[in-house]
T-cell receptor, first 114, second 113 residues
Framework: EAGVVQSPRYKIIEKKQPVAFWCNPI?????LYWYRQNLGQGPELLIR????????DSQLPKDRFSAERLKGVDSTLKIQPAELGDSAVYLC????????????FGSGTQLSVL | KQEVTQIPAALSVPEGENLVLNCSFT??????LQWFRQDPGKGLTSLLL?????REQTSGRLNASLDKSSGRSTLYIAASQPGDSATYLC????????????FGTGTQLKVEL
């Protein structure tokens, strides 16, 4: 069974440029999460989806970040414009239910903003 | 706000040693707690999920214990191997938290030959 798939694996951009990350969760998992992990820190939740609905986006910087999960499967996270402080690893995860189950993570996208 | 602390931040041991990684959290109203492993440049792999009603959970050479009332969890690794080298993170979920994990900063483990 395929795991959570993320692309691209690495992305280097200049500040003020836009960037997008893509995630395909495990088949049948209706809950999808985007996390951001800064160097030497644990991941922090940006947004959680249950099917197509964003049920927790309280930590998403909405002035520059946006996300969507069309048809309740794939998801895209976008940053526009990127800032130097956005350099981090962006992780996508999925789980089978609507809470309290094991999370399965993708390999992440490492973003460097120059 | 839940605060999660992991001690030690880094650990280096010779192969074969038994070791204990510690996790403490400030809000004991948790539903469960997960331990994850993260290899360099990779995502996280869930190792163990321990429910708040459980005291222990075991998988192979790994054993996780939970003392909810004191806000502590430990991960015990028996007979460590070089392949165990990774960063280990704990993440409790608050009751009513809707699977919102709060991660610690992790313990970076190196097992040497």
């Amino acid at each position: 069974e395929a795991g959570v798939v993320q692309s691209p694996r690495y992305k280097i951009i200049e500040k003020k440029q836009p960037v997008a990350f893509w995630c395909n969760p495990i088949s049948g998992h209706n809950t999808l999460y985007w996390y951001r992990q800064n160097l030497g820190q644990g991941p922090e939740l940006l947004i959680r989806y249950e099917n197509e609905e964003a049920v927790d986006d309280s930590q998403l910087p909405k002035d520059r970040f946006s996300a969507e999960r069309l048809k309740g499967v794939d998801s895209t996270l976008k940053i526009q414009p990127a800032e130097l402080g956005d350099s981090a690893v962006y992780l996508c995860a999925s789980s089978a239910g609507q809470g309290y189950e094991k999370l399965f993570f993708g390999s992440g996208t490492q973003l460097s903003v120059l | 706000k839940q605060e999660v602390t992991q001690i030690p931040a880094a650990l280096s041991v010779p192969e074969g040693e038994n070791l204990v990684l510690n996790c403490s959290f400030t809000d004991s109203a948790i539903y469960n707690l997960q331990w994850f492993r993260q290899d360099p440049g990779k995502g996280l792999t869930s190792l163990l999920l321990i429910q708040s009603s459980q005291r222990e959970q075991t998988s192979g050479r790994l054993n996780a214990s939970l003392d909810k009332s004191s806000g502590r969890s430990t991960l015990y690794i028996a007979a460590s191997q070089p392949g165990d080298s990774a960063t280990y993170l704990c993440a409790p979920i608050l009751t009513g938290g809707g699977n919102k994990l709060t991660f610690g900063t992790g313990t970076q483990l190196k097992v040497e030959l």
